[in-house]
């Protein structure tokens, strides 16, 4: 089934249709870091369309490239082309890859944990290496701590401006690096999973359990639960908090558990920043659970 639908994408080369190519870094918006990759991407084809996701990416953030990747990419028509450059390890031996995914998309991206969510969510029809000394920026041979400019944006252009081929542009590999999911679950009275993500502007935290659960535990609006966050195993936050359909349910200051846009648990304080004030963190190694008062 894999096979099939790879070659009805190969052959349809949706991409070169769409000429779109997403960036996400986190090179931030301070310097001109981020308008160079356009002005590559610019200069391989001046028809193409060219947007951003964020480069807000917290510095060295691989986990939360990955989330925020998967977040948007369902949302943009098959065949974009998205640069997904956060990269601590830059210019050392790991991989720079394509990845061609089950929706018809296309990422370009260093080999670190960023397609993780990607290939939880979506799915991966195949990923092929880059060869970098062949495909990248003419004149950039000497520089190795630009793959965003050099490798990335060059290459994400190429591939939707049909000027290279997903198909050619590299070797298949079956094993990608990936990070490590604490997957959402009920255990007995409570709910286990991880703190996938902070809703940025406001501190929340956005878990990966699915309100869906409540109804199978048992658990209503203004029902209280036992609030478990870990880290490792080590316990950093332990509190009873109310289930509560608006932040308003609680006065200013307050704690709550609320279902958040995506219809999954969050964990707030209202009119504050949850994470903030207790420390929290994203991505591996943290584990929330909610448990049933006995």
Known sequence: MKNKL???LLEKKAWTDRKTVVFLSDFGTSDGA???MHGVANQVSNTLYLDDLTHDIPQ???WEASYRLAQALPYWSQGTV???VVDPGVGSDRKSIVALTESGHLIVTPDNGTLTHIADRVGLLEVRTMNVDDNRLAGSQKSHTFFGRDVY???GARLAAGEAQFETIGDPITKIVKLRIERA???GRSLVGSVDILDARYGSLWTNISSDFLEELGVDYGDELEVTITKDGR???GYHLPLCKCFTDVQKGEQLIYVNSLLNLAVAVNQGSFAATYGIGTGEGWKITFSVLS
């Open 6 to 8: 790879k070659r009805e």
């Open 34 to 36: 981020v308008s160079a």
């Open 60 to 62: 060295f953030n691989i």
């Open 82 to 84: 998205f640069v997904c």
């Open 153 to 155: 944006a060059y290459n």
């Open 185 to 187: 679950r009920l255990e």
């Open 235 to 237: 316990i950093v936050y």
